[in-house]
């Protein structure tokens, strides 16, 4: 029988295998999904439904640079413990390798890139799922070219950052990557605030300042200096370098002749909601799955 997209999704989901592996096994399986599931476990492609259901929010941050070119990726385990481990560290470094030389846009082409071993990029996440226990995913991932000068850094394997610059030098991209690691800006200039952001802040400001019982033309000065003042907090160039709060990144950056076209940050586990551990109630669905 003819093997749908739909019978595929719903068995990835339900095993965490890749998507080839799933169809393979619903062909051999003549369509049934429960039977192929056996398939893949007998295989080791598959684990529990549980393993592929669980949060993966620890993991590593990390970034391939070739000479002006550089990627950034995350790549995500349940616990720190399976973050340090060789093999895991190993296929973090083979991801954002492969996304660095591969003209790739998107997660779901990047996973069936072979990598130097020859297997898929999803055939060697679903392997390493299999040997650690925890659930493995690849999150996200970009890449950047710079002009002149590129920056990268990364504190520990939980924050990374790269920043593309025209002009300056090598040492003022590292530091200026230092800074966007450290301080995490929203953006390079005010151009870039997004306007619902900025007309949030104002409404806010505006409202406090209000509640003062000042003078019309003293709240608005109090609004002005506020949002200036918000604004400079959330902007690179705006922001105090932090190797030299006396300085700020923008006056730095021009006293070098130096412009940063572009930077990029990721903090390990960002926007992803940990789930609460209940161990009990672990068990009895291991109990009730058996």
């Not at 200036?228 to 300085?247: M, N, S, W, Y």
């Amino acid at each position: 029988m003819s093997v749908s997209a739909s019978m595929v999704k719903e068995l990835r989901e339900r095993t965490g295998a890749g998507m080839m592996e799933c169809k393979k096994a619903l062909v051999a399986a003549d369509g049934n999904t429960e039977e192929a599931i056996e398939l893949l476990r007998k295989s080791g492609q598959a684990n529990a439904d549980m393993k592929s259901s669980r949060v993966a929010a620890d993991g590593r941050i990390v970034i391939a640079v070739d000479g002006n070119k550089a990627a950034i990726a995350e790549i995500n385990s349940e616990t720190d413990f399976v973050a340090r481990d060789e093999n895991f560290v190993e296929f973090a470094e083979a991801i954002v390798g492969a996304a660095l030389t591969n003209s790739v846009e998107d997660i779901d082409t990047l996973s069936m890139t072979t990598l130097a071993d020859e297997r898929t990029i999803e055939t060697a996440r679903t392997e390493l799922v299999a040997k650690v226990g925890e659930n493995i995913s690849v999150r996200r991932f970009e890449r950047v070219e710079a002009v002149d000068y590129l920056g990268n850094y990364t504190h520990g394997a939980r924050i990374g950052a790269l920043v593309a610059m025209s002009g300056g030098n090598a040492e003022l991209a590292r530091d200026v990557a230092m800074h966007v690691a450290a301080s995490n800006p929203l953006c390079v200039d005010e151009d870039g605030v997004p306007a619902d952001i900025l007309e949030r802040e104002r409404r806010i400001i505006a409202e406090q300042a209000a509640e003062s019982g000042k003078p019309p033309e003293i709240v608005e000065k109090m609004v002005t200096g506020r949002v200036a003042k918000f604004l400079r907090e959330i902007t690179l160039l705006g922001q105090p370098f932090v190797k030299d709060p006396d300085v700020s990144v923008g006056k730095l950056l021009k006293s070098a002749n130096a412009t940063v076209n572009v930077f990029i940050r990721y903090e390990l586990g960002e926007g992803i909601e940990k789930k609460q551990e209940n161990f009990a109630e672990e068990v009895l669905n291991q109990i009730n799955r058996a």
